[in-house]
């Protein structure tokens, strides 16, 4: 039987955060002690490991929710559970595509940059007028 601190140990996941999971129906509310204390189980463990990799690969509750009631299932066809990964992988490349057309955004307006001081600086005047950098550069 774990602690709830051994549990956030082994888990690196922070002791509020398995109180919300479990507030969540993510992981099941555990045994207490004589001292009433929470105590885990190896399982518990095993689902907040879980838990926490899929919260990493930036899967929300619900589909992490879908994923574990599927787990529970190991004789059923794997087909939601690759939908739910498809859709995850689909925004993650959503995102990142975000973070390109930002990232040239940012690129742009700091090199169009070439005043000294603030009151010439392309990166102010650029925010406040998007297209004068294409404009005076482009």
Do not use: W
Request: aromatic share 6%; charged share 30%.
């Amino acid at each position: 039987m774990f602690s709830i601190g051994d549990l956030s140990r082994r888990t690196g996941v922070k002791v509020p955060t398995i109180r919300y999971y479990e507030q969540m129906g993510l992981v099941a509310a555990p045994e207490r002690s004589e001292g009433n204390q929470r105590r885990y189980s190896r399982q518990e463990l095993d689902r907040l490991a879980f838990i926490r990799h899929a919260r990493d690969l930036g899967f929300g509750v619900e589909d992490i929710r879908a994923l574990i009631d599927l787990s529970g299932h190991p004789e059923q066809p794997c087909g939601h559970a690759d939908r739910i990964a498809e859709e995850q992988l689909l925004s993650v490349r959503e995102k990142i595509a975000r973070l390109k057309r930002l990232e040239a955004e940012l690129e742009r307006i700091a090199s169009c940059c070439g005043g000294k001081t603030v009151g010439d600086c392309y990166v102010i005047r650029a925010l406040s007028d998007h297209a004068l950098c294409t404009d005076e550069h482009g």
